[in-house]
C-alpha cells in the first residue's frame, strides 16, 4: 500500500454500530465489563482508548512500526523513553537539537545519576568513541533543530547494533512521508506530533514507535503506568490532519525549495541551512535517506547583532512570528531567544547556533508572496 493511502486508511477500522467512515470521539473514562477481565480490549482510558488506539495504529502504519503509542506532547514521549534507563546509564546524542530535549536531558534526568554526552554526529566516528560499558541509548535527531544537519541514520543503527544499544531517532522535522527510520534500523521513533502530523497547529500531542514487541510492552507499561496520555478529542483531530499529510508535505518541500534559493542569493543572508542543497555538508546523505527535504529552513545574516534578526522576524507579515513549526502557516522564529533559550549560549555556539541565526518553518501559502514577505522584511 503506498504511502497516501495509508495515511487515510490504515488503522481506521469502520465503526460498526453505526458504519460511521470516520472514527468516532470516545469521550469516555471507563468501559463495561462482562465478569472482571471479560471485556472487548478496553477497560480504562488511560490503558487504552478506541480513538487512541486508531491514532496509534495509523501513525504506526506510516512509519512502517508494529506498534504505536500517544502522548499528550513530545515532551511526554522523549520523557518515556528516558524512563527506559537507570541511574548510572548513559546517553549519546547529537549537540544540535531541540532545546527541550537537551532541558529534560541536562536539567531532570542528569539529576538522576544519567550522563549525556553531545557530539557532532555529522561524524559517525565521533559517536563511536564516546561508547562504553554504561552507554545505553543513542539519541538523534535529522534534519537536526535548528541547524538543519543531516546524520547517517543506517551508519548510526550499525554503530548502535554491534555494542547492543538502542537508538532512537526524532523524525518530527522530516515526518514519515520524507524519511522512515525504522528501515534504517532505528528502535524507536519519536514525533513532536504537534508539528507536521497534525499539520494544524491546534493539537500538542506525541508519539513513539517500534518494532521490538518486548519494547513495545516496556513503553505501553510506562505510558499507563505514568498517565502522560493524550485526549481523545486531540487524537480525533491529528488523525484528521494525517489524511492529508503526504499532500502537505509536499507542498512545504516545494516551497522549502523556492525560498531556500530565494535566500541564498540574497545579499544580507550569510549562510542557508536547508538540506536540499546542493552545497548543504551532507547534502548527499540527505539525498540517500531522505525523498524531499521539507519546509524547514535556517539562515544567518550578515553581521554579528542580535537586533538585526530581532528587526526582521518582527517585520514579516505573513510569516508569524511564534513557537512550534509544521502547520499549513509559515512561521517565523529566533531559536537563541526562544526554542533554545534554554540551552547556555556557548553551548548553542559550539553547534552553530548564533544569535543572528533565524529559523523558518515554510507553509503551503503561494512561495510567491512568502517570498515577498521576506523581500520586504529583509530590505
Not at 125 to 134: F, H, I, K, R
Not at 311 to 327: P, R
Request: proline residues 4%.
Amino acid at each position: 500500500m503506498k504511502f497516501g493511502t495509508k495515511a487515510i486508511h490504515e488503522g481506521l477500522n469502520v465503526d460498526l454500530p453505526t458504519g460511521a467512515v470516520i472514527p468516532p470521539i470516545y469521550q469516555t473514562s471507563t468501559y463495561i465489563q462482562k465478569a472482571p477481565g471479560d471485556h472487548q480490549g478496553f477497560e480504562y482510558s488511560r490503558t487504552q482508548n478506541p480513538t487512541r488506539t486508531a491514532l496509534e495504529n495509523n501513525i504506526a502504519a506510516l512509519e512502517n512500526a508494529k506498534f504505536g503509542l500517544c502522548f499528550a506532547s513530545g515532551m511526554a514521549a522523549i520523557d518515556t523513553v528516558c524512563k527506559l534507563l537507570s541511574p548510572g546509564d548513559e546517553v549519546i546524542a547529537n549537540n544540535d537539537l531541540y532545546g527541550g530535549t537537551y532541558r529534560i536531558f541536562t536539567k531532570i534526568y542528569a539529576n538522576y545519576g544519567i550522563k549525556f554526552h553531545f557530539a557532532d554526529m555529522e561524524d559517525a566516528a565521533s559517536v563511536g568513541e564516546l561508547v562504553n560499558d554504561n552507554t545505553k541509548l543513542i539519541w538523534i535527531e535529522t534534519p537536526t533543530n535548528p541547524m538543519m544537519k543531516i546524520i547517517d541514520i543506517k551508519v548510526i543503527a550499525e554503530l548502535a547494533k554491534k555494542n547492543n544499544l538502542l537508538l532512537a531517532v526524532d523524525n518530527t522535522f522530516a515526518t514519515p512521508y520524507l524519511q522512515r527510520p525504522m528501515d534504517l534500523g532505528a528502535d524507536i521513533v519519536m514525533h513532536s506530533v504537534t508539528k507536521y502530523l497534525s499539520g494544524h497547529s491546534d493539537v500538542v500531542l506525541g508519539a513513539l514507535v517500534c518494532n521490538d514487541e518486548e519494547l513495545a510492552e516496556k513503553l505501553a507499561f510506562i505510558q499507563n503506568t505514568c498517565g502522560g496520555i493524550c485526549g481523545p478529542q486531540d487524537c480525533f483531530l491529528v488523525l484528521r490532519g494525517l489524511k492529508t499529510l503526504h499532500v502537505r508535505v509536499q507542498r512545504h518541500s516545494e516551497n522549502g525549495r523556492s525560498v531556500a534559493e530565494y535566500l541564498k542569493s540574497h545579499p544580507k543572508v550569510e549562510k542557508v541551512f536547508w538540506p536540499g542543497m546542493v552545497d548543504h555538508a551532507n547534502h548527499g546523505i540527505a539525498t540517500k535517506q531522505m525523498d524531499d527535504f521539507g519546509g524547514m529552513i535556517s539562515f544567518i545574516l550578515k553581521g554579528d547583532s542580535i537586533d538585526t534578526a530581532i528587526e526582521v522576524i518582527s517585520k514579516t507579515k505573513i510569516f508569524k512570528l511564534a513557537e512550534s513549526l509544521g502547520g499549513v502557516e509559515s512561521l517565523v522564529g529566533h531559536p537563541a531567544s526562544m526554542t533554545h533559550a534554554s540551552v547556555p549560549k556557548a553551548e548553542r555556539e559550539k553547534s552553530g547556533l548564533v544569535d543572528t541565526l533565524i529559523r523558518l518553518s515554510v507553509g503551503i501559502e503561494d512561495a510567491e508572496d512568502l517570498i515577498d514577505d521576506l523581500k520586504q522584511a529583509l530590505g
